[in-house]
C-alpha cells in the first residue's frame, strides 16, 4: 500500500520546505529542506538547501557539560538560523514547517532549542514539529543512500542500536546495555588527553590507523545487546598504568615496546567495540532475511567501522550504506527531514507539547510516512 | 513560573509597550511573586547566564558570548529579558537555599534512610 504524502500540500505551493534544529548534544545544527510533491525516489529526491553547523568543543582532556553546552546553543542559534535562510536564499514565508529535536538528549541543550524553535513558531505563525532524534538519522540516511529497507546500525556518542523497521515502527533488535560506542570512544580519548577538535572519536581514528598490534580486550555481546563500560575500565587501567601513573596495576601480557603506544590502545579498542557491532548486525540481518546495512550516527563516519561491516556484508553478498560527516554527525537537516515527512502525514505539534524529554526511543515512533 | 509579555506578534514587534515580567507560584504554597525587569540599563550579557566555574577555571577563551543588542525592539526586549531571567535566578537560588536551610536535617535524614536504610533494616538482614 502507497502511503498518501499530499493531503496538506497549501494552495498555491508546488513544495513543501522545512526548517530544522538539532542541539540534543554538543552539535547545534541548522538544516533547510524542500520536499516535492509525491512519493521520495530516486527520481524525487529531497533537496538539502541549506546543513549548517556549530560544534561547543572543550580542552582535551574534558567532556561537554550541559549547562556549558545549553549556553553555546542559546547563545548560536540565531545567528546559525539567519546563516541557514540566507544560504537558501528563503524566508519566513517560504517555509512550512519549523521542526526541532523533541529527544532523546541531554535536556539543558534541547532546552535552549525547543525555546528557539517555539519562538520562531510564534513570530512567524507556522507550526511546530517534534522529531526523534534517532528517527532523523535513520530518515535521512535512507534518503541520502537510497537503501530502501535496511538493518540500521545506529550508533554515536549517546546510542547504540540495531534497528529494523516492522510494521510502522523501526524496532531495536539489539543495543548497549550501559554507554553508548561514542561515549565509550570519548572517555578514553579524555583518559589519553587527546584533543576534542574536531572531535574525540575523530582523532582516536587516526590514532588508531597507526595501531598495529592487538591487545587483548574483554569482548561482551549477550545475545543481541552488548556492554561497553567493562572495556572502557579495563583500558582505562592499562593507558593509566602505561601514561599516566595512576592505579597502576603491572600489565600480565606485556609484548614489547609497540603496545605501550596511543596508536595500538586506539586500533584495539576500535577492532574490539567494531567486531562486537559487526557480529550484532550480521545476526539481526539473519533475523530480518535482509541484506542491506545502513549505519548511521557520528560513530559511522568510522571508516574503519564501515570496512569492517563492508567484509561482513559482502560475504552474505549484501550492500552496505553510509554518508559522510555532513549528514552523520549530528544535523538541522535530518530533524529537518524527518519533521517534513510527518508534517506530511498531517502531524503537528501544539505548543503545550513541545515539552523535551531525555528519554524518546526509536520504537516509540510510530512511522505513518511508510506502510511496506 | 510565568513569563508574560502584552505585545503583539507581529514581525518587529512595534506593538509592545508593556514590559515583560514574571509570576512565581507553586501548588500548595501561598506564594505569587511578581518579578519586574527594572529600570535598568539592561544588557544581553546576563550576570547568571555565562561559563560555568568549571570552564572559567579552565582557562577557556569565551567564544560563545552573546551578541549584543540591536537598537529595535526586539533587541531591547533581548537584554531586558537577560535582566528578567538574571533576577528569576536569584530569586529561585535563594528559595532553594532557605528551603535547604530550613529543612536540613529532616531531609538529611529522610536521604540517608533511602540510602543506607534503617536500623530495622539492619536488624532483618542478620
Known amino acids: ?372 | 513560573m510565568t513569563v508574560l509579555n502584552k505585545g503583539d506578534n507581529n514581525d518587529d514587534l512595534n506593538g509592545i509597550e508593556n514590559r515583560p515580567f514574571a509570576i512565581y507560584y507553586n501548588i500548595g504554597e501561598a506564594i505569587e511573586k511578581r518579578i519586574e525587569v527594572g529600570d535598568g540599563p539592561h544588557f544581553t550579557k546576563g550576570k547568571t547566564s555565562g561559563p560555568s566555574d568549571f570552564v572559567l577555571k579552565a582557562g577557556i577563551k569565551d567564544k560563545d558570548k552573546p551578541s549584543e543588542a540591536k537598537d529595535s525592539c526586539l533587541g531591547k526586549l533581548r537584554s531586558e529579558l537577560t535582566t528578567l531571567q538574571d533576577k528569576i535566578n536569584v530569586y529561585l537560588t535563594e528559595r532553594m537555599a532557605s528551603n535547604s536551610s530550613g529543612n536540613n536535617n529532616e531531609e538529611a535524614k529522610f536521604e540517608k534512610e533511602i540510602l543506607d536504610g534503617t536500623a530495622e533494616d539492619d536488624e532483618d538482614e542478620y
Not at chain 1, 574490539?272 to 550480521?282: D, G, K, R
Request: charged share 25%; aromatic share 6%.
Open chain 1, 1 to 372: 500500500m502507497v502511503v498518501d504524502l499530499d493531503q496538506h500540500l497549501k494552495p498555491g505551493k508546488s513544495s513543501y520546505v522545512a526548517i530544522g534544529l538539532e542541539g540534543s548534544a554538543n552539535k547545534l545544527g541548522v538544516g533547510l529542506i524542500r520536499h516535492h510533491p509525491g512519493q521520495l525516489s530516486l527520481s524525487n529526491r529531497a533537496e538539502v538547501l541549506a546543513n549548517i553547523r556549530d560544534t561547543y568543543i572543550t580542552p582535551p582532556g574534558e567532556g561537554f557539560l550541559p549547562r556549558d553546552t545549553a549556553r553555546h546553543h542559546r547563545n548560536w542559534v540565531v545567528r546559525l538560523i539567519k546563516q541557514a535562510l540566507d544560504e537558501a536564499r528563503l524566508g519566513k514565508d517560504d517555509i512550512d514547517v519549523i521542526c526541532f529535536t523533541k529527544g532523546p538528549g541531554m535536556g539543558a541543550p534541547l532546552q535552549s532549542v525547543v525555546i528557539a524553535a517555539r519562538t520562531l513558531s510564534l513570530l512567524w505563525d507556522i507550526p511546530l514539529v517534534g522529531v526523534n532524534h534517532c528517527i532523523g538519522h535513520i530518515e535521512m540516511g535512507r534518503e541520502i543512500t537510497g537503501a530502501h529497507n535496511p538493518v540500521v546500525l545506529y550508533v554515536s556518542g549517546g546510542n547504540t542500536q540495531v534497528i529494523a523497521y516492522s510494521k510502522q515502527k523501526y524496532r531495536i533488535f539489539g543495543e548497549t546495555l550501559d554507554i553508548a560506542i561514542g561515549n565509550c570512544l570519548d572517555r578514553f580519548a579524555r583518559t589519553l588527553e587527546i584533543s576534542n577538535d574536531p572531535s574525540p572519536g575523530y582523532n582516536i581514528e587516526q590514532l588508531a590507523k597507526k595501531g598495529k598490534h592487538f591487545v587483548e580486550l574483554p569482548y561482551t555481546v549477550k545475545g543481541m545487546d552488548l556492554s561497553m563500560s567493562g572495556i572502557l575500565a579495563y583500558i582505562d587501567e592499562i593507558a593509566n598504568t602505561l601514561f599516566n601513573k595512576k592505579n597502576a596495576k603491572p600489565l600480565q601480557n606485556e609484548e614489547g615496546k609497540n603496545k605501550n603506544k596511543k596508536n595500538n590502545l586506539c586500533f584495539s579498542l576500535q577492532e574490539c567495540l567494531f567486531s562486537m557491532l559487526v557480529e550484532i548486525t550480521e545476526r539481526a540481518m539473519a533475523h530480518v532475511n535482509s541484506n542491506e546495512v545502513l549505519i548511521v550516527g557520528g560513530v559511522g563516519c568510522n571508516e574503519r567501522l564501515q570496512e569492517m561491516m563492508k567484509i561482513m556484508v559482502s560475504d552474505r553478498n549484501g550492500s552496505i550504506f553510509a554518508t559522510d560527516e555532513r549528514f552523520c554527525i549530528d544535523n538541522g537537516i535530518m530533524i529537518a527531514h524527518a519533521g517534513l515527512l510527518s508534517y506530511r502525514m498531517g502531524d503537528t505539534t501544539s505548543l503545550e507539547d513541545t515539552v523535551c524529554t531525555q528519554q524518546y526511543r526509536t520504537d516509540q515512533v510510530l512511522v505513518k510516512w511508510r506502510d511496506d
